[in-house]
């Protein structure tokens, strides 16, 4: 941080966060080529702070580089059809020796606690086990899949006694049967099916790529699975890598899991930039949308107070009273952002029912370049419309040639309705406007 004070508002911008992911379980999927990386000691480090949080954590990790570099080393070749793997015997023992050896390596990672490092004090507790049940793909258009499976079951009462025990669980890709076989599964598939048994509350993937919209480079901070089953739908130009991640994005939404992340591994403390900053670095995706405008409710008004007070101090909005919003909260409408509220006025009907004031038009400063503003006002006038008004009021100091632009006409205290001119303040001879709506039928 450039200066202590900007350190100060970062943490405390986080805090949020930290509170609501505190006893939320969360699956975390990475495959076999971050493992290989000399920077993912820094990402264990950052397992370990969540951790250290109080985040339940289920670590699901990818074993192909691995697996496909002791094939190698036998002189061997595996065969693929439909982008899975054919695991006959011989590869299966390579998938053995792989996932035994990169788990071995994770909980040593886990394990570490010296003195002036990350990992100082930590003691992280970590579980593996047969919590994967799983049966063979068997012979799909003629080709017989053999040691290649799929997921059965999870042992979710079981994962659960060992997150309640405050340790870290380690999932490889394998699965087992109750014949005492063993399967080679995706690890994408095994981290969704938990997330799904566990009812987690984020399952997020470390991907090879981002998640970008069509045809650009860049990524889309947040969709709907409506949207993302679209974008699949008329998008096929998607690699087949982020149409596997999406489908099972989807699925996990679909069956119950809060939210999915996407982001790109490549980038350093990439769970910590998109878990404990407003909007992330990767993408969000949920079944209901994570910004929403809608009225407000009582629960809202210590979020508006906070929206409204640095604009009330710079004299910019009229000073509201928690009573006061109390009172009128059913009067407002609000955009809320993953539980902040970042967009927020107001619509007072007077008691000449052909009238109306706009009032507290406000957004967020991080967020004021996104047409937020537009948004509620475009709200506003459509609510006008449905209740058949004629003339909306708008008192404002600085933002006279805003409402301007959207076709307000400027006025004067004495054509003010008589319920409004009570209102109005001398002393912050606030510019008056108004709107014909009957122009816009």
């Known amino acids: 941080m450039e200066t202590p004070q900007a350190f100060v508002t970062w943490f405390r911008n986080s805090s949020p966060y930290i509170h609501a992911h505190r006893n939320r379980t969360f699956v975390i999927n990475f495959g076999g080529e971050a493992v290989l990386l000399n920077e993912f000691a820094h990402f264990i480090h950052d397992v370990a702070l969540l951790r250290s949080l109080g985040i339940r954590l289920v670590l699901v990790y990818g074993i192909r580089p691995q697996i496909d570099a002791r094939l190698q080393r036998k002189q061997l070749q595996s065969a693929f059809k439909n982008n899975l793997r054919i695991t006959d015997t011989a590869t299966l023992e390579c998938v053995k020796e792989a ?129 993302a089953k679209s974008l699949l739908k008329d998008c096929p130009q998607l690699s087949a890598y982020t149409s596997r991640i999406l489908n099972s994005a989807i699925q996990s939404c679909d069956r119950g899991v809060e939210r999915v992340h996407l982001i790109n591994r490549r980038q350093d403390g990439a769970l910590l930039l998109e878990l404990f900053t407003r909007d992330g670095i990767g993408t969000l995706i949920s079944s209901a949308e994570f910004e929403t405008l809608r009225p407000a409710n009582l629960d809202d008004i210590g979020g508006i107070l906070e929206l409204i007070k640095p604009l009330e101090q710079q004299g910019i909005l009229a000073k509201r009273s928690r009573e006061k919003l109390e009172m009128e909260i059913n009067d407002y409408i609000v955009i809320e952002r993953d539980g902040l509220i970042i967009g927020c006025t107001a619509f007072h009907l007077l008691k000449n029912h052909d009238i109306a004031v706009m009032a507290c038009l406000a957004v967020h400063i991080d967020y004021q370049k996104g047409g937020r503003g537009h948004r509620l006002f475009e709200y506003l006038l459509n609510k006008a419309r449905l209740q058949n008004l004629k003339k909306l009021f708008v008192l404002t100091t600085q933002t006279t040639h805003w409402f301007i632009e959207r076709g307000f006409l400027t006025s004067s205290v004495e054509t003010l309705p008589d319920e409004l001119k009570s209102y109005y303040n001398p002393q912050r001879n606030s510019k008056i406007l108004y709107k014909e709506l009957s122009k816009m039928l």
Do not use: W
């Not at 593996?128 to 799983?134: D, Q």
């Not at 017989?144 to 499976?149: K, L």
């Open 99 to 227: 996932a035994g050896t990169v788990r071995v390596e994770i909980e040593a990672l886990l394990s570490m606690g010296l003195t002036n490092s990350p990992m100082a004090g930590a003691k992280i507790k970590v579980a593996s086990g047969n919590f994967v049940t799983a049966k063979p793909l068997g012979v799909i258009e003629g080709t017989d899949f053999c040691h290649t499976g799929v997921v059965r079951r999870i042992d979710y009462v079981g994962i659960h006694q060992q997150l309640d025990q405050n340790n870290v669980v380690l999932i490889s890709p394998l699965g087992y049967s109750p014949s005492g076989d063993i399967f080679n599964l995706a690890a994408e598939d095994v981290a969704t099916e938990v997330a799904i048994a566990l009812q987690a509350q984020k399952l997020i993937f470390l991907t090879e790529e981002d998640c970008c919209v069509p045809d650009s480079d860049k990524t889309m901070q947040q969709i709907t699975t409506h949207e």
